[in-house]
C-alpha cells in the first residue's frame, strides 16, 4: 500500500459537470489530486476546459460524503451495516408492492449517473418490481426538447456533433446561456463566430455574454418564444424562402402547417413579444442567406409552459428551410447534467425503453418481456411531477431515488417538502446526505463518477468510457453495484461483476446501440448512437427522419400563453446556470476554490428598476412569490432590462433556494415546471 500511495497515476475520465462532455487525465498519487488535464486526445474538448472540470474535484474527498448506510430512528439517522439496509428496504418495498400494487412504488433516476446504472434503474422498476414509474431530471430540464423533436423528427437529441456547429453560417441560441451552461461548446462557437465569419442571433430575456457578442440579439417576452418563431416560419412561408424540395421529400404534414401558420403575422407577433417586426424579419433573412443554420436551445425554451410546442416551433422552422440531415444544420438541444441524454437514452423514462423504444411499441416490449421474463404494461407509468402528485393522493406509498436532490431542484420546494414527508418509505442513494435524504428512511452511500467505471452520453449523442481513478472511498459503493443488491435481496439473481456486462445487455435490446461496446469504447474512442442501422452516426439523420415513412411531421401545436399571477406579482422572475458552480451546488459548494471565486448568491436587477425602487448593489431584498420568501442582496446590473430579475439556481443555502419562489404549473405536454414563468414582489430589508 505505501508503495501504491508514492505512485503518480494517469486515468482518462469524463467530466461530470455538463452535457459537453470533455474528458481528461486525472493525476493522483493515493487519493490526492494532482491535476487534472485535458489532452489532444479528447474528441470533444481537446486541450480546452473550463473551470469546473479542471478544479471542480475536491468534493470526491470531502470530509461531508456519507460512507456508510443509515437508516431513521425516529428524528434520528444511525449507521447500518448494507445487510441491514437492503434487509430493510427488500422488506418495506416487497410489502408495498405486495399490498398496495405494483404501481405504489416510485424509481426516480438520475443524469449523474453512468449508462449503465440508469439502465439497472429501470430493470429494477420494470422486471423487479413490475412498473413503469421510472423518471430522470430531464423532467425538470429537457423533456419539452425531447417531445417537440419525437414529434417532428423522431429522435430527441442532437443532429450533429458540437464541431459541426462551427459549420453552419448562422447559429441562434434561445433561451440558453452557454458561456456559463456549456462553456467549452460557447468558446467552439465563439471562434466560429469570430475566425469564420459564422453569424450569430441570441434571444434571452439577459444580455449575457453570448448576447453581447451576437450580431442580432432579441428580446422576447417571458414565455412567448413560440409566437416569434411561427413568425419568422411564416415570413419566411410569404416570401417563398422555404425549401420546397426537401419538404416534398422529406416532410408530411405541409399544407396543414401552411395553414396552421396563418395567424402568425408580423403585428401579431410583435404584440405578443414585444420584439420589432424589423428585427422578425432580419431574423428570417439571416436564416434565408445562411449556408446552414444551427438552432441551440436551453431551460429558457423548455422550463415553461408552452416549453414542448416551442421546441416542436423550432424542428418546424428548420425543416421548413431544410436545415436538417447536413453538417452545420439542425436542433441542438442543450443537454444541462453530463447524462442527461444517456439517462433518457437508457429507458428511464415511464414511456420509453432503452435505446428509445417506446412502451407501447409492440415488437421492442415483447423483446424485454422476454430476456426479463416478465409481462411490461403499454402504458407509460408516472413521471416525477406525477409521483408526487400520486403521494398527495394516496396512491403512491414508496419512492426509491437515486442521485437527485428534488427537495431543492423540483419546483415549489416548501409543497415538495411536504409531500416527501408523506411518504411512507423512502430510500436516497447519493453522494451527500442532501436536501431530499433529510426526508428519507434509507440513506445509502454512493460513489462519484471518479470511483467507478461506466460510460457517459454528451449531448451530442456520443457515448464515452470512464475509468476509475480511485477506490470507493470506505463503504460507499458504485450506484450499479448498490441496485444490483436491491434486485437479489428482492429474490433476483443478477450477477454483474463488471458494468461492460450491463452495457452489453443493454445493447443486445437496443438496434441503435447494436455496434457499441467496451471495446469499440477503448481509451478516447467513442460512439454516436442515431438512424443509421445500429452503427455510430454523428449526423444523426443522413438518408431520412425516424419514422416508418422515414418523413419528418410538421407539428401543428399551438401557443400556449404563459401563467397567470395576481397583480401585486409585478416582476418577471428569471433563473439560470453560473459557471462556477454545477446545477444546485451540492458538488461544487464543497470545492473551495469555486466556492472562494463565488461565495453568496443574489438578484440581479436592472438599473431602471433600482432607479425606481431607489436600490443600490448589495442592498438585502425579500423577493415573495405566491409559494414562498427568499432574502438575497442586489446586483445591479444592464444585463437584465425592465421589470426583470434574474436569480442563480445555484444557491449556498437552502433558505434562499430559487425553487421556494417558482410554482407547480408545468409544460402541456411532458409537466417539466415552468421554472421560467414566475413573477414575484421584491421589498427592501437593508440598505447594505
Ligand atoms: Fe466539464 Fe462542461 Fe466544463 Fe467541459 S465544458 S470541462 S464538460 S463543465
Same mark, same amino acid.
Given at each position: 500500500?505505501?508503495?501504491?500511495?508514492?505512485?503518480?497515476?494517469?486515468?482518462?475520465?469524463?467530466?461530470?459537470?455538463?452535457?459537453?462532455?470533455?474528458?481528461?487525465?486525472?493525476?493522483?498519487?493515493?487519493?490526492?489530486?494532482?491535476?487534472?488535464?485535458?489532452?489532444?486526445?479528447? *474528441?470533444?474538448?481537446?486541450?480546452?476546459?473550463?473551470?469546473?472540470?479542471?478544479?471542480?474535484?475536491?468534493?470526491?474527498?470531502?470530509?461531508?460524503?456519507?460512507?456508510?448506510?443509515?437508516?431513521?430512528?425516529?428524528?434520528?439517522?444511525?449507521?447500518?451495516?448494507?445487510?441491514?439496509?437492503?434487509?430493510?428496504?427488500?422488506?418495506? @418495498?416487497?410489502?408495498?408492492?405486495?399490498?398496495?400494487?405494483?404501481?405504489?412504488?416510485?424509481?426516480?433516476?438520475?443524469?449523474?449517473?453512468?449508462?449503465?446504472?440508469?439502465?439497472?434503474?429501470?430493470?429494477?422498476?420494470?422486471?423487479?418490481?413490475?412498473?413503469?414509474?421510472?423518471?430522470?431530471?430531464?423532467?425538470?430540464?429537457?423533456?419539452?426538447?425531447?417531445?417537440?423533436?419525437?414529434?417532428?423528427?423522431?429522435?430527441?437529441?442532437?443532429?450533429?456533433?458540437?464541431?459541426?456547429?462551427?459549420?453552419?453560417?448562422?447559429?441562434?441560441?434561445?433561451?440558453?446561456?452557454?458561456?456559463?451552461?456549456?462553456?467549452?461548446?460557447?468558446?467552439?462557437?465563439?471562434?466560429?463566430?469570430?475566425?469564420?465569419?459564422?453569424?450569430?442571433?441570441?434571444?434571452?430575456?439577459?444580455?449575457?455574454?453570448?448576447?453581447? !457578442?451576437?450580431?442580432?440579439?432579441?428580446?422576447?417576452?417571458?414565455?412567448?418564444?413560440?409566437?416569434?418563431?411561427?413568425?419568422?416560419?411564416?415570413?419566411?412561408?410569404?416570401?417563398?424562402?422555404?425549401?420546397?424540395?426537401?419538404?416534398?421529400?422529406?416532410?408530411?404534414?405541409?399544407?396543414?402547417? $401552411?395553414?396552421?401558420?396563418?395567424?402568425?403575422?408580423?403585428?401579431?407577433?410583435?404584440?405578443?413579444?414585444?420584439?420589432?417586426?424589423?428585427?422578425?424579419?432580419?431574423?428570417?433573412?439571416?436564416?434565408?442567406?445562411?449556408?446552414?443554420?444551427?438552432? @441551440?436551445?436551453?431551460?429558457?425554451?423548455?422550463?415553461?409552459?408552452?416549453?414542448?410546442?416551442?421546441?416542436?416551433?423550432?424542428?418546424?422552422?428548420?425543416?421548413?428551410?431544410?436545415?436538417?440531415?447536413?453538417?452545420?444544420?439542425?436542433?441542438?438541444?442543450?443537454?444541462?447534467?453530463?447524462?442527461?441524454?444517456?439517462?433518457?437514452?437508457?429507458?428511464? @423514462?415511464?414511456?420509453?425503453?432503452?435505446?428509445?423504444?417506446?412502451?407501447?411499441?409492440?415488437?421492442?416490449?415483447? !423483446?424485454?418481456?422476454?430476456?426479463?421474463?416478465?409481462?411490461?404494461?403499454?402504458?407509460?407509468?408516472?413521471?416525477?411531477?406525477?409521483?408526487?402528485?400520486?403521494?398527495?393522493?394516496?396512491?403512491?406509498?414508496?419512492?426509491?431515488?437515486?442521485?437527485?436532490?428534488?427537495?431543492?431542484?423540483?419546483?415549489?420546494?416548501?409543497?415538495?417538502?411536504?409531500?416527501?414527508?408523506?411518504?411512507?418509505?423512502?430510500?436516497?442513494?447519493?453522494?451527500?446526505?442532501?436536501?431530499?435524504?433529510?426526508?428519507?428512511?434509507?440513506?445509502?452511500?454512493?460513489?462519484?463518477?471518479?470511483?467507478?467505471?461506466?460510460?457517459?452520453?454528451?449531448?451530442?449523442?456520443?457515448?464515452?468510457?470512464?475509468?476509475?481513478?480511485?477506490?470507493?472511498?470506505?463503504?460507499?459503493?458504485?450506484?450499479?453495484?448498490?441496485?444490483?443488491?436491491?434486485? #437479489?435481496?428482492?429474490?433476483?439473481?443478477?450477477?454483474?461483476?463488471? *458494468?461492460?456486462?450491463?452495457?452489453?445487455?443493454?445493447?443486445?435490446?437496443?438496434?441503435?446501440?447494436? +455496434?457499441? #461496446?467496451?471495446?469499440?469504447? +477503448?481509451?478516447?474512442?467513442?460512439?454516436?448512437?442515431?438512424?443509421?442501422?445500429?452503427?455510430?452516426?454523428?449526423?444523426?439523420?443522413?438518408?431520412?427522419?425516424?419514422?416508418?415513412?422515414?418523413?419528418?411531421?410538421?407539428?401543428?401545436?399551438?401557443?400556449?400563453?404563459?401563467?397567470?399571477?395576481?397583480?401585486?406579482?409585478?416582476?418577471?422572475?428569471?433563473?439560470?446556470?453560473?459557471?462556477?458552480?454545477?446545477?444546485?451546488?451540492?458538488?461544487?459548494?464543497?470545492?473551495?476554490?469555486?466556492?472562494?471565486?463565488?461565495?453568496?448568491?443574489?438578484?440581479? $436587477?436592472?438599473?431602471?428598476?433600482?432607479?425606481?425602487?431607489?436600490?443600490?448593489?448589495?442592498? @438585502?431584498?425579500?423577493?415573495?412569490?405566491?409559494?414562498?420568501?427568499?432574502?438575497?442582496?442586489?446586483?445591479?446590473?444592464?444585463?437584465?432590462?425592465?421589470?426583470?430579475?434574474?436569480?442563480?439556481?445555484?444557491?449556498?443555502?437552502?433558505?434562499?433556494?430559487?425553487?421556494?419562489?417558482?410554482?407547480?404549473?408545468?409544460?402541456?405536454?411532458?409537466?417539466?415546471?415552468?421554472?421560467?414563468?414566475?413573477?414575484?414582489?421584491?421589498?427592501?430589508?437593508?440598505?447594505?
Amino acid at each position: 500500500a505505501a508503495m501504491r500511495e508514492t505512485r503518480t497515476k494517469k486515468t482518462k475520465t469524463v467530466c461530470t459537470f455538463c452535457g459537453v462532455g470533455c474528458t481528461f487525465e486525472v493525476w493522483t498519487k493515493g487519493r490526492k489530486i494532482l491535476k487534472v488535464e485535458p489532452v489532444e486526445q479528447s *474528441p470533444v474538448n481537446s486541450i480546452s476546459s473550463c473551470v469546473k472540470g479542471k478544479f471542480g474535484w475536491d468534493f470526491v474527498n470531502s470530509e461531508e460524503r456519507l460512507t456508510t448506510p443509515l437508516i431513521r430512528k425516529g428524528d434520528q439517522f444511525v449507521q447500518a451495516t448494507w445487510d441491514e439496509a437492503l434487509t430493510l428496504i427488500s422488506e418495506k @418495498l416487497g410489502t408495498i408492492s405486495k399490498t398496495e400494487g405494483t404501481d405504489a412504488i416510485g424509481f426516480v433516476s438520475s443524469s449523474k449517473i453512468t449508462n449503465e446504472e440508469n439502465y439497472l434503474m429501470q430493470k429494477l422498476a420494470r422486471q423487479i418490481f413490475k412498473t413503469n414509474n421510472v423518471d430522470n431530471c430531464s423532467r425538470y430540464c429537457q423533456s419539452p426538447a425531447t417531445d417537440g423533436l419525437l414529434s417532428t423528427v423522431g429522435f430527441g437529441g442532437d443532429s450533429g456533433t458540437i464541431q459541426d456547429i462551427a459549420k453552419a453560417g448562422l447559429v441562434i441560441i434561445i433561451g440558453a446561456n452557454p458561456t456559463e451552461g456549456h462553456p467549452v461548446l460557447a468558446t467552439r462557437v465563439k471562434r466560429a463566430h469570430k475566425l469564420h465569419g459564422q453569424k450569430l442571433i441570441v434571444s434571452d430575456l439577459r444580455k449575457h455574454e453570448m448576447a453581447e !457578442r451576437s450580431d442580432l440579439f432579441i428580446h422576447p417576452n417571458q414565455g412567448t418564444d413560440f409566437v416569434w418563431l411561427s413568425a419568422v416560419a411564416k415570413y419566411i412561408l410569404d416570401q417563398g424562402w422555404q425549401n420546397e424540395e426537401f419538404i416534398r421529400q422529406h416532410v408530411n404534414q405541409y399544407e396543414e402547417y $401552411v395553414k396552421h401558420l396563418e395567424k402568425f403575422t408580423l403585428e401579431f407577433a410583435e404584440e405578443l413579444t414585444g420584439i420589432k417586426k424589423q428585427q422578425l424579419i432580419e431574423v428570417a433573412k439571416m436564416i434565408h442567406e445562411a449556408d446552414g443554420t444551427c438552432i @441551440l436551445w436551453g431551460m429558457g425554451v423548455t422550463q415553461n409552459i408552452a416549453g414542448s410546442h416551442t421546441s416542436a416551433a423550432i424542428s418546424n422552422l428548420l425543416l421548413l428551410t431544410g436545415n436538417y440531415m447536413r453538417e452545420g444544420a439542425g436542433a441542438y438541444p442543450l443537454r444541462g447534467h453530463n447524462n442527461v441524454q444517456g439517462a433518457c437514452d437508457m429507458g428511464t @423514462l415511464p414511456g420509453w425503453l432503452p435505446g428509445n423504444q417506446h412502451i407501447a411499441n409492440d415488437e421492442a416490449r415483447e !423483446r424485454f418481456e422476454k430476456a426479463y421474463g416478465v409481462k411490461i404494461s403499454n402504458k407509460p407509468g408516472k413521471d416525477n411531477t406525477q409521483m408526487l402528485e400520486a403521494v398527495e393522493s394516496g396512491d403512491l406509498k414508496a419512492i426509491y431515488l437515486v442521485g437527485e436532490d428534488m427537495a431543492w431542484i423540483d419546483s415549489n420546494s416548501n409543497h415538495v417538502h411536504e409531500t416527501l414527508s408523506k411518504l411512507d418509505f423512502f430510500v436516497v442513494q447519493d453522494v451527500f446526505f442532501t436536501k431530499t435524504a433529510q426526508f428519507a428512511d434509507v440513506v445509502l452511500p454512493a460513489s462519484p463518477s471518479l470511483e467507478k467505471e461506466g460510460t457517459f452520453t454528451n449531448t451530442e449523442r456520443r457515448v464515452q468510457r470512464l475509468y476509475q481513478v480511485f477506490e470507493p472511498l470506505e463503504d460507499s459503493k458504485p450506484d450499479w453495484w448498490i441496485i444490483q443488491q436491491v434486485a #437479489n435481496y428482492m429474490g433476483a439473481n443478477w450477477n454483474y461483476s463488471h *458494468p461492460s456486462e450491463i452495457f452489453a445487455e443493454m445493447a443486445s435490446l437496443a438496434p441503435i446501440f447494436m +455496434e457499441a #461496446n467496451y471495446e469499440v469504447l +477503448e481509451g478516447w474512442n467513442s460512439f454516436f448512437w442515431g438512424s443509421n442501422q445500429g452503427a455510430s452516426t454523428p449526423l444523426l439523420f443522413t438518408d431520412g427522419f425516424n419514422f416508418p415513412d422515414k418523413k419528418a411531421v410538421f407539428s401543428l401545436v399551438d401557443f400556449v400563453p404563459p401563467v397567470q399571477y395576481g397583480e401585486e406579482f409585478d416582476l418577471v422572475l428569471n433563473n439560470g446556470r453560473l459557471l462556477e458552480h454545477f446545477h444546485e451546488g451540492n458538488l461544487t459548494n464543497k470545492s473551495r476554490g469555486l466556492q472562494y471565486k463565488l461565495p453568496e448568491v443574489f438578484v440581479e $436587477v436592472s438599473p431602471e428598476l433600482a432607479k425606481e425602487r431607489e436600490i443600490a448593489d448589495g442592498f @438585502l431584498v425579500r423577493l415573495l412569490s405566491p409559494y414562498g420568501a427568499i432574502k438575497l442582496r442586489a446586483l445591479v446590473t444592464d444585463r437584465v432590462q425592465g421589470n426583470e430579475l434574474y436569480v442563480p439556481m445555484h444557491s449556498v443555502s437552502h433558505e434562499n433556494a430559487v425553487n421556494l419562489l417558482t410554482g407547480s404549473t408545468g409544460d402541456v405536454r411532458t409537466n417539466t415546471p415552468a421554472y421560467k414563468q414566475t413573477k414575484v414582489q421584491m421589498q427592501v430589508i437593508k440598505k447594505r
